[in-house]
């Protein structure tokens, strides 16, 4: 599984092909709008429908380069509902030249998107894979520092536009149930958890999803091995809202009868789960009943938000020799769509799941500092006295970086307004902040409330925060009323 998910059936042929294509740009714009005015879907009869019907979304991976393809952008714009750019998104894509950031084919795929009333799933922030030259080449703590900093451009980017993110994509060992080998893991074990929090601190009102494959079978020492991670990202706080399956099914990796138990006992920890890049290989009825079986399995589990297949026609596959999707190379459905939508539509209604309220106080302060630990506990200014407030630090530093979180406590008075001093280590550089306004980026600073969060009843408290370059602040922080 791992040689096969390892090779790249695009190639750099295939991806010179692509970016000449990419020109096409102007025209595509104009048959979607065509294909757009030329249909209405109606419940119960596109995948995209009833699956809203379920509280679901049904997406699918899309190519920039295929937008200029008729056949491609009517069903695209017929059947789905959400979409993942397959590869535009990726590291290597958006940052081929470090620090110099390319969003053309991304934006073209997120404004199909947006002008067609489907979301977006964000693929993939940081990944073993997939690294342009310069990040391969990089290792400890410049590298951490790089895909800090990549995390950070990207997701501000698309802040406001992407459903969720894969923030961490295939972090684990195929066997064993540990990571896997691979520069980013050798900055430190901690840089999962520094992705997710970068993420949070850059759009946070995305969902952030942890996505890999060969996740499916409960009894799979790799499924356990991602549990345990999620599991203790909830437990110590660490932003994380979904858990991505891609589900690659084929023989050498079918699916598991256990499937519904894996997506419900990750739902139990208190995340989503999304099934992300669906294929199923094979043919006729054997195919149509396993893609049934999934969806129903899907639409068992209430916090199974959504499906995305890896594309749309079996000719559009990374795995095309497998026909492993919904419709043909002729963009015919298969009898794989029928048994899709027919499980999309059974059961009458049934009630949409909880979605998760998008974050609101990022990042969650609960979570211990990680490395290094900070030498003296969090600085806090002394207890409330009646009209005034507290302020308290929560870091999270690494090697050339960090996340500050601030907790503003209000006295026994109340707040309508406050202001936060802290001053700077003098190597730091705010690069982010959220939820208050900063007066300026690095040496003494003030925050400044923002609207929705100037009051602050008497004895309970708000949180904002920022992120950084350098070292993270030591000082204790004062607090202002009014
Ligand atoms: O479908 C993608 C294909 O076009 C690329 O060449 C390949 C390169 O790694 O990535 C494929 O998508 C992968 C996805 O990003 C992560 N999970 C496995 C997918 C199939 O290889």
């Not at 509280?55 to 979409?83: C, P, Q």
């Not at 091995?225 to 891609?246: E, H, L, S, T, W």
């Not at 015919?332 to 899709?340: H, R």
């Not at 001053?423 to 980026?441: E, F, K």
Request: aromatic share 8%; proline share 7%; net charge neutral.
């Amino acid at each position: 599984m791992d040689s096969v998910l390892a090779r790249d059936p695009g190639g750099p042929t295939a991806r010179r092909t692509r970016t000449a294509l990419l020109c096409a740009a102007a025209g595509v714009a104009m048959i979607a709008a065509t294909v757009v005015l030329g249909g209405s879907a109606s419940a119960g009869t596109t995948l995209g429908a009833s699956a809203a019907e379920k509280g679901r979304y049904f997406g699918t991976a899309v190519a920039a380069y295929k937008l200029s393809d008729a056949t491609y952008v009517g069903i695209l714009n017929r059947e789905f509902t959400m979409v993942t750019p397959e590869n535009e998104m990726k590291w290597d894509a958006t940052e081929p030249t470090q620090g110099q950031f390319t969003y053309s084919s991304a934006d073209r795929i997120v404004s199909h998107a947006q002008a067609n009333g489907m979301r977006v799933r964000g693929h993939a922030l940081a990944w073993h894979s997939q690294q342009p030259g310069w990040a391969q080449n990089l290792s400890g703590a410049a590298l951490r520092q790089a895909m800090v900093n990549h995390i950070t451009q990207v997701a501000t980017h698309y802040q406001g536009k992407i459903y969720a993110w894969d923030v961490v994509n295939e972090a684990y060992a195929d066997s064993g149930g540990g990571r896997r080998d691979s520069n980013l893991q050798r900055t430190g074990d901690d840089w999962i958890e520094v992705a997710f929090r970068t993420a949070r601190a850059a759009d946070p009102g995305a969902k952030l999803c942890y996505n890999d494959y060969n996740t499916d079978n409960w009894t799979w020492a790799k499924t356990q091995g991602v549990y345990n991670m999620v599991k203790d990202f909830k437990a110590r706080g660490v932003p994380i809202d979904c858990v991505g399956f891609q589900s690659h099914f084929n023989s050498g990796s079918p699916y598991p009868s256990n499937y519904r138990t894996t997506l419900q006992n990750f739902a139990d920890l208190g995340v989503d789960v999304q099934i992300t890049e669906l294929d199923i290989e094979g043919s006729g009825s054997t195919q149509a009943t396993t893609y049934g079986n999934v969806v129903r399995d899907c639409l068992a589990v209430a916090r199974c938000t959504g499906i995305t297949v890896w594309g749309i026609r079996d000719s559009d596959s990374w795995r095309a020799s497998g026909t492993p999707l919904l419709f043909d190379a002729g963009g015919n459905k298969k009898p794989a769509y029928t048994a899709v939508l027919t499980e999309l539509n059974a059961g009458g209604t049934s009630t949409p799941p909880p979605t998760t309220a998008a974050p609101t106080t990022p990042p969650p302060t609960t979570a211990p500092p990680t490395t290094p630990p900070p030498s003296t506990p969090p600085p806090t200014t002394p207890p409330p006295s009646g009209s005034g407030c507290t302020a308290s630090v929560t870091l999270n530093q690494w090697q050339g970086g960090f996340v500050a979180s601030i907790r503003v406590t209000a006295g026994a008075s109340g707040l309508t307004g406050w202001t936060v001093g802290l001053t700077l280590p003098s190597d730091a550089t705010v690069t982010n902040t959220w939820s208050a306004q900063p007066s300026g980026t690095s040496g003494a600073l003030t925050f400044r409330n923002v609207d929705y969060n100037r009051q602050v009843a008497a004895g309970t408290s708000t949180e904002f925060g920022f992120q950084g370059t350098g070292t993270g602040p030591s000082a204790v922080p004062t607090c202002t009323a009014g």
